[in-house]
């Protein structure tokens, strides 16, 4: 099975031959057919979030069941599947509670991963990423990971639906529940940027504003249903008697744009922080500012979607027109084309490159 390595903190991806265990009673085997390349990926493969070494990465992934154990019941042998990186085990605190999106019991970025799903031809354990390791020919997962996908949706647009579809558009619909009228915000037109507009527009937000360095991202933005995208530096809302947005997705995840997010939203409007920020990196609020502002600001990981009940909703917006999956996708490369496709996703130079292994 060939899967690309990343060896140590910064290093390149490689593709090589590795060996990977047979399926436990509960995991099956998937044949992965496209693998979205995240940005995290990217922060993962320079050591970010405590990840170890060496790794195979990815985490948006879709493909076809190729083998199952014998207590699977709810996939079968050539079933289309989506992975998702959170496998609830839908008994934890959390789970029982319908928050199966912070499931206490899912492997994190930068577990070890065992027992070894995987090692070299020569016996050196490789981790499994994220506990999904999409950017390979195949892989062993529990079956709590893979959700069933119909055969209208192609592989590529499916893969989105595992990592920034659904962050994005949840932190509008599940964690701002954006309501119909409202005026929002997106900062930063990523992949994630990009479904939280679509989200808003979905839930019927009367403005939508998205803010972005790129030209070209801002017009994406655009299309996508915002009805102006601005550079950082631009006022997102000039007109008189505005007083804020009422809500602002923060898809970037730093501190300064955390915190221009606050100072973007109006007195008693909500703040959603969706991007993936550092743990060396504070923001800061005055004690006056809290209280008086009476604003609400909340994380929301995984875009705060119960993906069991999330996917097939996603799937019927994206046939009917109304969630847009290929215009996310710059660019779709084989495993070999992984290392410069990796370097173009962390110049901030492509949307999604999708790997089809
Ligand atoms: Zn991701
Ligand atoms: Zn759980």
Redesign the pocket.
């Known amino acids: 099975m060939r899967a690309a390595v990343v060896w140590s903190a910064g290093g390149a991806f490689d593709v090589v031959e590795l060996s990977q265990r047979a399926p436990g009673p509960r995991e099956v085997v998937v044949r992965i057919r496209a693998a979205g390349i995240c940005h995290t990926d990217v922060s993962l493969a320079h050591g970010a979030f405590g990840q170890g070494f060496p790794v195979v990465l990815g985490h948006e992934g879709a493909g076809e069941v190729t083998a199952i154990g014998d207590q699977v019941a709810h996939v079968a042998i050539g079933d289309r599947v989506l992975l998702t990186w959170v496998p609830?085990?839908?008994?934890?605190?959390?789970?029982v509670r319908g928050e199966?999106y912070i499931?206490?019991?899912?492997r994190r970025a930068g577990d070890t991963g065992a027992p070894a799903d995987l090692t070299t031809v020569d016996g050196e354990p490789v981790i499994a990423g994220m506990g999904t390791a999409t950017f390979a020919e195949q892989v062993v997962v529990p079956v709590e990971g893979v959700l069933p996908l119909p055969d209208d949706l192609p592989f590529e647009e499916s893969a989105l639906l595992g990592c920034a579809v659904p962050t994005g558009l949840g932190a509008a619909i599940n964690a701002a529940n954006v309501r119909p009228g409202e005026t929002v915000l997106v900062i930063g037109c990523g992949a994630v940027g990009l479904s939280a507009i679509q989200g808003a527009r979905i839930a019927g937000a009367a403005r939508i504003v998205g803010v972005d360095p790129q030209t070209r991202r801002r017009e994406l933005a655009v299309t996508l249903g915002a009805d102006a995208a601005v550079a950082p530096d631009e006022n997102p809302g000039a007109s008189d008697g505005f007083v804020g947005f009422d809500v602002v997705i923060d898809a970037v995840g730093h501190g300064s744009t955390i915190r221009s997010a606050w100072d973007s939203a109006r007195r008693g409007g909500r703040i959603v922080v969706v991007g993936a920020g550092g743990a060396d990196d504070p923001v800061t609020f005055t004690a006056l500012e809290l209280f008086h502002d009476e604003k609400t600001i909340r994380g929301s990981f995984y875009g705060s979607s119960h993906m069991t009940h999330d996917l097939p909703r996603m799937i019927e917006l994206w046939r009917g027109g109304r969630l847009r999956l290929r215009e996310l996708i710059d660019d779709v490369v084989t495993l070999d084309g992984i290392a410069a496709a990796a370097d173009r996703q962390s110049t901030g130079d492509a949307l999604r490159i999708v790997v089809t292994p």
């Open positions: 609830a085990c839908g008994g934890c605190y959390h789970c199966t499931c206490a019991r899912r």
